[in-house]
């Protein structure tokens, strides 16, 4: 049985190798911004309030019109089936079930129709921006039976991941004598991935038709990355994309309020799990002084660093309307296949219930900032 986050991650080193294992929980440089993450968290105490009817905890949300299960989904992945092969579909099945959304990445590693089909109703995509624009425009037509596409603005140059390095991660996998004999003695993760074969770049292999192999098609993706993601680009996709519009990585409260003045229709506030800018400041530590900048009304979700249920709702104490989860849902796969990831659920939302009726709360949008005190003291103006 699984009890915690922290047992399933222990159980995915155990079942993965160490590359796939590295590249999902290393982060950028010396991975402080990773350990930040969890500070601000851990600094974010809670305020009870006592006395009050908590019989019937509802632990659903509402977000882009819809009520949803539980106030977290799925956050886009990149090489989710290096992880464990099949993991994307793994994933979006179990929170398809559970009434959550999944993000598949335009990295992802299944694609878009695929993933469209499995959860027609729960999917949405996120954009990576190609070099060529035709690439964009295509990717964003093949995601139209998506309801929710966000674009991803904080990734304007390769971050430099020492685990990485040193483990030598590439698309193929090219087995160092260290890697193969690593590979070798975890024989699950081994026979799936035979079974199943390398991971691909699924989203994007289209567009590069002389791409004959994994190699040639992972060198066409880096060749793709660009750093010309502006304002202007952002005015042109919201013209472009009919649906919900979210821009997912951004921290400084003066970008989120031009976001949303340029039509954004909610933003995600993330330093990208610490995985591309090591000395920047935690997601959690700028969410209250973002929701003060925008007002109550705007939709802002959060990822980077959350790591249970307790977690979610300090989110939401703090200002976030909603919560997405990359890495743990990846460890509850990794540890567990599917019903790995539908025990993260269900752990999740046992956490949720019990923290919101310690708390005096029956319902997510009552979880405001006078039930949070950081160790600089209370935590001002989230939702009034």
Not at 76 to 99: E, K
Not at 219 to 229: D, E, K, L
Not at 284 to 307: H, K, N, Q
Request: proline letters at 5%; aromatic letters at 8%.
């Amino acid at each position: 049985m699984l009890l915690s986050l922290e047992h399933m991650r222990r159980r995915a080193r155990r079942r993965i190798p160490r590359v796939a294992f590295d590249y999902l929980d290393g982060g950028a440089g010396d991975e402080a911004g990773v350990r930040e993450n969890r500070a601000a968290f851990d600094r974010l105490r809670f305020l009870p309030r006592a006395l009050r009817n908590v019989d019937a905890v509802d632990p659903s949300a509402t977000l882009f019109g819809r009520r949803w299960a539980l106030p977290f989904g799925i956050a886009p992945i990149g090489l989710g089936n290096l992880v464990w092969p099949g993991a994307d579909a793994m994933v979006c099945r179990a929170a398809r079930d559970a009434g959550l959304p999944y993000t598949l990445s335009t990295a992802g590693t299944t694609a878009i129709e695929t993933i469209r089909g499995l959860a027609p109703e729960t999917s949405w995509f996120q954009l990576y921006v190609a070099r060529e624009q035709t690439i964009a425009e295509d990717l964003i037509a093949r995601a139209e039976g998506c309801e929710v596409l966000f674009v991803t603005v904080d990734v304007p140059a390769p971050a430099r991941r020492p685990r990485d390095i040193a483990n030598g991660l590439s698309l193929p996998l090219k087995p160092s004598l260290r890697m193969a004999a690593d590979i070798a003695c975890h024989p699950r993760w081994t026979a799936a991935m035979l079974r199943a074969g390398q991971p691909r770049f699924a989203n994007i292999e289209r567009y590069a038709p002389g791409a004959t192999n994994a190699q040639a098609l992972a060198a066409f993706m880096a060749s793709q990355s660009s750093g010309r993601v502006d304002w202007a680009y952002l005015d042109w996709l919201r013209g472009r994309w009919l649906g919900r519009l979210v821009v997912k990585g951004l921290l400084a409260p003066e970008d989120v309020c031009r976001a949303r003045d340029a039509g954004a229709d909610a933003v995600v506030v993330s330093n990208h799990g610490g995985r591309q800018l090591e000395a920047s400041v935690a997601s959690l530590t700028m969410l209250p002084e973002i929701r003060r900048a925008v007002g109550p009304d705007f939709p802002l979700l959060l990822d980077s660093g959350v790591r249970s249920g307790a977690d979610v709702v300090k989110a939401l104490v703090a200002g976030a309307d909603f919560v997405l989860i990359g890495r743990a849902a990846m460890y509850a796969v990794a540890a567990a296949g599917e019903a790995g990831v539908r025990d993260l659920v269900r752990l999740f939302e046992a956490e949720i219930r019990s923290v919101m009726a310690q708390l005096g709360v029956t319902r997510t949008q009552d979880l405001d900032a006078g039930l949070a005190y950081s160790d600089f003291g209370a935590v001002s103006s989230s939702r009034p």
